[in-house]
């Protein structure tokens, strides 16, 4: 088989969630022997479609444009078995990249009219590749995902043979150890073998690929919290990804949030700890992180033993837990307290992302 895979992020090195579930969808598809081009069309000098229909009339079949849609990408198209179109989701729908390639594959279309269902539409000059549609986006709900897919099936009909949609992708790169995700990029390698062996995704992989991440309560204080620091800081989210940044919370729910986030159960293994957290300053109460049978539990208030005990300012735990201060200096200057096993400071950093 041969597939020619679209990515239209323009997102790159690492940045790209876009990218990451491709790149996962081809894995799948090389394992089984199928020969998978990916383009990063965000490079290619594909120009507008001028609607002057000079492919319909005096040069039928042939885009006026000579660029890299008419020279190299659209006889790809043509020649591939598969066709993978991967964007982010702008606006609830395709972005613009992808949505110039797909509007200048025009010449695959004849002039004339016909009906089909009540329906009006162009008949086909050449049969064009089936199409399958990947999507990220932002936000945890599935729903975000539905103008996306209702384009998608009107536009490609029975030639869609596949829609992968991964919400609370923003998130998905930097919690690839969690179990969910671990099931969601093994489902979508999946999803690229079974259409290279089928033709299709079964339900039971589409159950995997579809296995919830994230919900709004746990996404949105550890998203707000990332923003405002990056307004705070003046910083793009590139800049604060490359700079090794770490969102500066503002409330003890927006502590916890980023704690449980960044938890790593991976790296937690059999550890089993329970920090107490007694803050004091602008931001005053008591919170605990309690991990135990690789899993991390968070709360307001009280856990029942402790096994180590930190009264600390808050703004003092924020500087050091966004490293704009040394722990280790700071407990010598006195500015926090440690009741318990001390060491379990230093064993927090290794259980987190």
Not at 173 to 194: C, E, F, M, N, Y
Not at 299 to 309: A, I, R, Y
Not at 330 to 346: A, H, N, P, T, W
């Amino acid at each position: 088989m041969k597939v020619l895979a679209i990515n239209s992020s323009a997102r790159v090195g690492g940045q790209s969630k876009t990218e990451l579930v491709l790149n996962h969808l081809v894995q799948g598809m090389e394992s089984e022997g199928a020969e998978v081009e990916i383009v990063n069309i965000y490079k290619k000098k594909i120009n507008y479609c001028i609607g002057c229909f000079t492919c319909w009339t005096k040069t039928p079949g042939e885009c006026i444009h000579r660029d890299d849609m008419s020279k190299e990408l659209f006889p790809k198209y043509m020649a591939a078995d598969l066709c993978v179109m991967a964007t982010p989701l702008f606006h609830y729908t395709v972005n613009a990249n992808l949505k110039t390639f797909i509007e200048r594959t025009l010449p695959l279309l004849l002039p004339f009219f016909e009906s089909s269902g009540g329906n009006t539409g162009h008949p086909l000059r050449q049969i064009p590749p089936p199409v399958v549609a990947v999507s990220v986006a932002g936000f945890p709900e599935y729903s975000v995902f539905d103008q996306l897919s209702s384009y998608m099936r009107f536009l490609y009909k029975t030639h869609l043979k596949a829609e992968i949609y991964v919400p609370g992708a923003e998130m998905l790169a930097g919690r690839t150890g969690s179990p969910k995700t671990k099931t969601v990029l093994a489902g979508i390698i999946q999803g690229g073998k079974d259409l290279v062996t089928s033709g299709q995704i079964s339900e039971k992989t589409m159950s995997c690929i579809n296995t919830p991440t994230l919900d709004f309560e746990t996404m949105a204080p550890a998203g707000n919290i990332f923003w405002k620091t990056c307004i705070a800081e003046g910083v793009t989210p590139k800049e604060f990804e490359k700079r090794g940044m770490v969102p500066r919370p503002d409330s003890l729910e927006s502590f916890l949030s980023i704690l449980k986030m960044g938890f790593n159960s991976e790296k937690a293994g059999d550890f089993k700890g329970a920090y107490q957290f007694i803050f004091t300053g602008e931001v005053a109460g008591d919170c605990y992180f309690d991990v135990k049978n690789g899993k991390a539990e968070t709360g307001l208030g009280s856990v029942t033993q402790p096994d180590v005990t930190i009264k600390a300012p808050f703004e003092v735990w924020m500087d050091i837990l966004t490293r704009k201060a040394d722990g280790q200096q700071m407990f010598m200057d006195q500015k926090y307290q440690v009741e318990g096993d001390i060491s379990l400071l230093v064993k927090m950093g290794d259980i987190m992302g």
